[in-house]
C-alpha cells in the first residue's frame, strides 16, 4: 500500500484519538457543570468545581487537536462540517467559553458568587448539547453536491440531532456523578451514587433509541453493520456496551472501590465511540465522502505527521502528570485561586 493509501487512514485515527480523549477528559468537567443545580448549596459546588480546577482547562487541548488535525488532514471535510454546521459548532464554543470565563469568576466573586455558579451550569449544559447535536447531525449524513453541502445553515436541524444533544448532556452528567464518586467523600458522595444509577438507565434508554432510530437514516451506517455478513464481526461491540452496563449499574452504590464506576463509564464511552467509528468507516462524513476523498495531498499529511510524532506524546505526558500529581481525594477545605 502506498501513501495515498496508508496516511488518511492513519490520520483518521488520530483525530479519532483526540475526539475520544477530549470527550472522556472535558465531559465529565461539563458533566459536572450539568450538576450543578443540584447542589445543596455553594460549598458544596465549590467542592464539585474544586475536583477539576487543577485539570478542567488542559482537556480542551485535545478538541484544539482534533480540529487543527482535521483541517490539515482533510480539508474538505472541515469546509463542509464547519459550513454545514456553524451554528452549533459556534453555540458550543461560545459555551465552552462561557463556563470557562465562570469557572474563574466564581471562585473570585463575592456578591455574585451564585450568578456565575448559573452561568457555569448553563455554559456546560449548552457546550454538552452541542456536542451532542454536531455527533447527530454527522450521523445522520450530511449530502454533498459538487463537494458542498446541500441543505442550507438549518439542515442540520433535525429530532434525530435533538435527541443526541439531549442524550450527550445525560451522558456527561453520568461521566459527572461518576467522577465525584472517585474524588470526594461523606455525603456529595453518597448523592453522587444516588444520582449515578438512574443516569445509568436514562443513557443506556437513550443508546437504544438511538440505534433503534439509525435504520431510519439515509446515513448508511446500518448498512455498514448489517450488510455481507459484517453483523457477526461487528456484535461484541454491542454485547460488550450492555454488559458495561450491567456493571456499571451494580457497581454504582457498591461501598468501596470509588474509582470503578468512573472506568467502567470511561469504557462505556469507549465502547459507543467504537461503535460509530465501525459504523462510519470508510467515510469522514456520512453518507459519500471517504477519508480518501477528503484527504489532503500526501506530501502535506506526511510533513504533520512528523510533527504530530512529537506533538502526541507531548500531550499525553503531561497530561498523565497533572493527573497524577493530582490524584486521590478532594477535601472540603481545598481551596482554588
Known amino acids: 500500500m502506498d501513501a495515498v493509501t496508508v496516511l488518511p487512514v492513519v490520520w483518521f485515527f488520530i483525530i479519532g484519538f483526540a475526539v475520544i480523549m477530549y470527550v472522556l477528559l472535558d465531559g465529565f468537567v461539563l458533566g459536572i457543570g450539568v450538576l450543578a443545580p443540584f447542589a445543596r448549596d455553594s460549598q458544596d459546588l465549590d467542592l464539585m ?25 482533510f480539508p474538505v471535510a472541515y469546509s463542509v462540517a464547519l459550513s454545514g454546521l456553524y451554528l452549533p459548532v459556534l453555540l458550543m464554543l461560545i459555551a465552552l467559553i462561557f463556563r470557562g470565563v465562570a469557572f474563574e469568576f466564581r471562585f473570585k466573586a463575592t456578591r455574585a458568587k451564585r450568578f456565575w455558579g448559573g452561568a457555569f451550569a448553563a455554559g456546560s449544559t449548552f457546550a454538552a448539547f452541542a456536542q451532542g447535536v454536531i455527533l447527530g447531525a454527522i450521523v445522520e449524513g450530511m449530502p454533498l453536491r459538487d463537494g458542498r453541502y446541500v441543505e442550507g445553515a438549518f439542515g442540520w436541524f433535525s429530532p434525530f440531532a435533538m435527541l443526541t444533544g439531549v442524550a450527550l448532556v445525560f451522558g456527561y452528567a453520568l461521566l459527572g456523578s461518576t467522577w465525584l464518586i472517585l474524588k470526594t467523600e461523606g455525603r456529595l ?90 459504523g462510519l468507516w470508510p467515510n469522514i462524513i456520512p453518507p459519500n465522502l471517504t477519508i480518501w476523498d477528503a484527504a489532503s495531498p500526501p506530501s502535506s499529511q506526511g510533513f504533520m505527521l512528523v510533527g504530530m510524532v512529537i506533538l502526541l506524546p507531548a500531550i499525553l505526558g503531561y497530561t498523565w502528570w497533572s493527573y497524577r500529581v493530582f490524584a486521590g481525594k478532594v477535601s472540603a477545605d481545598a481551596g482554588y485561586h
Open 49 to 73: 468545581m474544586n475536583t477539576a480546577a487543577p485539570i478542567w482547562d488542559g482537556n480542551e487541548t485535545w478538541l484544539v487537536l482534533g480540529g487543527a488535525g482535521l483541517l490539515a488532514a
Open 189 to 278: 458522595q453518597r448523592v453522587s451514587r444516588y444520582m449515578a444509577r438512574p443516569l445509568v438507565l436514562v443513557v443506556v434508554a437513550f443508546m437504544g433509541l438511538v440505534s433503534a432510530w439509525l435504520p431510519f437514516l439515509d446515513s448508511r451506517i446500518m448498512a455498514r453493520w448489517f450488510e455481507g455478513g459484517s453483523f457477526w464481526w461487528l456484535a461484541p461491540v454491542p454485547v460488550a456496551a450492555l454488559a458495561n452496563a450491567l456493571w456499571l449499574w451494580r457497581a454504582s452504590l457498591r461501598e468501596g472501590r470509588d474509582a470503578t464506576p468512573f472506568i467502567l463509564t470511561l469504557s462505556f464511552f469507549v465502547l459507543g465511540f467504537v461503535g460509530l467509528v465501525l
